[in-house]
């Protein structure tokens, strides 16, 4: 019996990065959440359920390209009603605007970690969005497969992407805030 050493991660200007190639998001082991304030005291957490993504690194991994596109209709905050008004016109309008899109075009290296430049795509409007992540190496899974992990986490404001349904308190504030965290955690297998 042979074993076939595969490469998965190298050095490139004594920064860990992916060997070049087309990496493909596994659905399996990849989560996107968020988490926005209820009524400006409690926080919300829920996460969107369908997703698909492919990283393109080339020979320099500074030049990058990710695409991810999520399906809108597969947000869950574990609570129906709250999950139908968000698919509804107020929020993503799931109807008319099935995907959200995310496209990353180059990283940068920093002395915190590395960035993603891109830009996001919620229902018709196209935003630049610096996406801060860490990459967590790679290995080969029990089956042969070159893996990496990455994990990313960023701050929106989700009135500047046209999400402004909101009602006063009578107290004083509003039902939702503005600001919405959201958290990546993916593994990408290398197609082959």
Known sequence: ????????????DGHLAPVAGTWILDPAHTTLTFEARHMMIAKVRGAFQKAEGRIVVPDDPRQTEVEVVVETASVDTGVEDRDNHL??????????????????????????????RGTLTIRDVTRPLDLPFEFHGGIVDPYGNPRIAVSAQTEIDR???????NMALEAGGVVIGPKVKIFVDAEATLQS
Do not use: C, H
């Open 87 to 116: 698919r509804s016109a107020d929020f993503f309008d799931v109807e008319r605007f099935p995907t959200m899109t995310f496209r990353g075009n180059g990283v940068s290296i920093t002395d915190d970690g590395y960035v993603l």
């Open 1 to 12: 019996m042979t074993t076939e050493t595969k490469q998965v991660t190298r050095t490139v």
């Open 159 to 165: 009135t500047e992407w046209g999400l402004t349904w």
